[in-house]
């Protein structure tokens, strides 16, 4: 580990402890809640933040889901509250309601930045250069539900609804056109309002790099998927050097996660959470142009917009996870809190190789 990276891991680590269970920020009241916290207990923990830490964190509703709650984005700036001509970046998590784990990553990404601006003068660099915004839940209806659209009659799957070759998504995929199927793509781009709610922002703030955090992929190792398409001769990939760039950064992000993994307890024979069908790097692949965001982020901005998807059996198949600490499983929780620091790690090691040389 380098000098420049011990602060980095250090407060990775406590925004880790803070997430399970314990306190949040400084001054923040006990929190007593399931891994996986309600919906308005988020919403809970992301105004206290505020409160906490107004110099640095700025939470604002950005639209309202289909069953009209708040969704909330917390933006970390040196001027959190006022609009900046700064490079922005955006995190996503939760587009799927039954994966919860992007919440996670989400709240670790923002509370790791609060905590450490005052103390690392790296993270300081990254805060008071860029806008980092953050969506912890964009479907907080399928989230409190477990559920992966945003509603039940008949609801629609939220990563289907952007307006990017939507109308060709049952060339790709022929449910997304039946109302029934979880892959309901929804009666036109951009029909959902959780969807409108995070065009809207990135019409606003154009970001140059996001993320989107799934959980599901079946595989026993994770994917990094990269825009645009698929390569069929009807829907081209981008030209061959926005390609090239798109395809070594999706490398390159892989390669910190497996860094991260394998200095985790996954790798290490012995641990309880040993799973050495997990340690091995991540895949990378291109994601199919039906509707998906990273696509839409990508051709609207030029954006380098990705999915990282966590393999189910990193959080042992917990597709129907409740919020009641009781429910917590142990090893699950185990698995998804090392999971969390090391997505986290990753994450900044992306976002530390945007600043400029020292």
Not at 43 to 58: G, I, K
Not at 207 to 217: T, V, Y
């Amino acid at each position: 580990m380098t000098p420049g990276e011990r602060p980095l891991r250090l407060w990775i680590a406590a925004a880790c402890l803070l997430l399970a269970g314990g306190t949040a920020a400084s001054g923040s009241p006990p929190i007593r809640e399931a891994y996986y916290p309600t919906y308005d207990q988020i919403a809970v923990r992301l105004r206290h933040l505020q409160q906490s830490s107004p110099e640095v964190v700025h939470v604002r509703e950005i639209g309202r889901s289909a069953d009209g709650r708040p969704i909330l984005a917390a933006k970390v700036s040196d001027n959190p509250a006022v609009e900046e001509d700064e490079p922005s970046w955006i995190f996503v998590g939760v587009i799927h309601g039954r994966e919860p784990l992007g919440v996670r990553v989400a709240y670790a990404l923002i509370e790791g930045l609060v905590s450490a601006h005052g103390s690392s003068g790296e993270v300081a660099a990254l805060v008071n250069s860029h806008q980092v915004w953050v969506v912890p839940v964009q479907n907080p209806w399928g989230y409190d539900r477990n559920r992966r659209k945003n509603g039940d009659a008949p609801g629609v799957d939220l990563n289907r609804n952007y307006d990017f070759r939507w109308e060709r998504c049952e060339i790709y995929q022929a449910a997304c056109v039946d109302p029934a199927s979880s892959y309901y793509r929804g009666g036109a781009p951009f029909s959902e309002p959780e969807a409108r709610a995070v065009r809207d922002l990135a019409l606003e703030v154009r970001p140059r790099f996001g993320i989107d955090f799934h959980a599901g992929n079946p595989y026993p190792n994770s994917q990094v998927m990269r825009p645009w398409s698929s390569g069929r001769p009807e829907d081209p990939v981008a030209p061959p050097a926005e390609h090239a760039r798109l395809q070594g950064a999706s490398q390159r992000i892989a390669g910190w996660i497996m860094e991260a993994r394998s200095a985790g307890g996954f790798c290490q024979p012995g641990s309880a959470i040993f799973d050495p069908a997990v340690c091995r790097t991540p895949a990378t692949a291109l994601l199919a142009p039906m509707g998906q965001a990273s696509n839409w982020f990508h051709a609207s901005f030029g954006t380098q917009h990705y999915v990282v998807e966590i393999s189910q059996r990193l959080y042992n198949d917990r597709f129907f996870y409740t919020a009641d600490l009781a429910d917590d499983d142990p090893r699950s929780v185990r698995q998804a809190e090392e999971y969390v620091r090391g997505m986290t790690w990753a994450v900044m090691q992306w976002l530390r190789s945007t600043l400029p040389p020292h």
